[in-house]
């Protein structure tokens, strides 16, 4: 249902999934251009071997930016409009519902998402184990974020709209998801200098890793309690 609904409506298929459509043009964008990025590889790591050195995380933190822009979850609660009580009368728990909506989110992110890192990996002659690990980190970064765009949602639901556009683009969650997303991936960028300078690269993966698991749990745990008791009284 999740799927036929998100695919019937265009606009939210353009402005939702804008990064899912950006994700795949730049891997084909860097197999084109692979032999130059190659040809330019030694140079960088002769001339900032720090960057160099840090290419694992900046690429993690590219595809997190990009993906902070999707807006499928943070508005799959308001898509619902005044036709909400005909899911909520449907012999499903709430966390059912909440989660078609999460697994949807996190699927359609996924699969370019992956492609992209995996065309990174190859491209930029990453270990084997630095693009397994940014993978890792790339996934639950999309489970994080789909998961605090129910959160959002379900603390800010608009349900009057007239105008697709308007939710899609300007509610409240999606304004203070993408930015949230931007203002992380740009700390984390800034202190990754910091940090490099104590731990290698692929450490340092491991410690994103490590703290975006926790915030999933802590948002997740929240949905499969308080988040069901929202829903509930929408």
């Known amino acids: 249902r999740e799927y036929k609904h998100f695919t019937s ?30 040809e ?15 290419l694992p995380v ?12 999707n807006a499928i979850s943070t508005v799959s609660v308001s898509m619902e409009g005044k036709t909400l009580w005909q899911l909520q009368s449907l012999p499903l728990k709430p966390w059912d519902i909440l989660h078609a909506k999460e697994r949807m989110s996190i699927q359609l992110c996924a699969y370019p998402s992956v492609f992209f ?21 790339v996934l639950i970064y999309i489970c994080a974020i789909s998961d605090y765009g129910l959160f959002l949602n379900l603390k800010m639901p608009n349900f009057s709209w007239t105008n697709v556009a308007s939710v899609t683009k300007q509610s409240a969650p999606v304004v203070i998801s993408m930015f949230s997303g931007w203002a992380l991936c740009a700390v984390l960028s800034v202190g990754s200098f910091f940090i490099a300078r104590l731990i290698p690269a692929w450490a340092l993966l491991g410690v994103y890793i490590l703290l975006l698991a926790v915030l999933w749990f802590v948002l997740n745990r929240w949905l499969k309690t308080k988040g069901t008791d929202n829903f509930a009284s929408l």
């Open 9 to 38: 409506v265009s606009t939210w298929m353009l402005n939702g999934g804008f990064g899912l459509l950006l994700l795949p043009i730049a891997a084909f964008a860097l197999i084109v251009k692979s032999k130059s990025i190659r």
């Open 40 to 54: 330019i590889l030694p140079v960088i790591a002769e001339e900032l071997p720090q960057f160099y050195d840090l």
């Open 117 to 137: 890192v995996l065309v990174c990996g190859v491209i930029f002659k990453l270990y084997w184990w630095e693009t397994a690990l940014i993978c890792v980190a």
């Open 58 to 69: 900046l690429l993690l933190l590219t595809v997190c930016f990009v993906l902070s822009v």
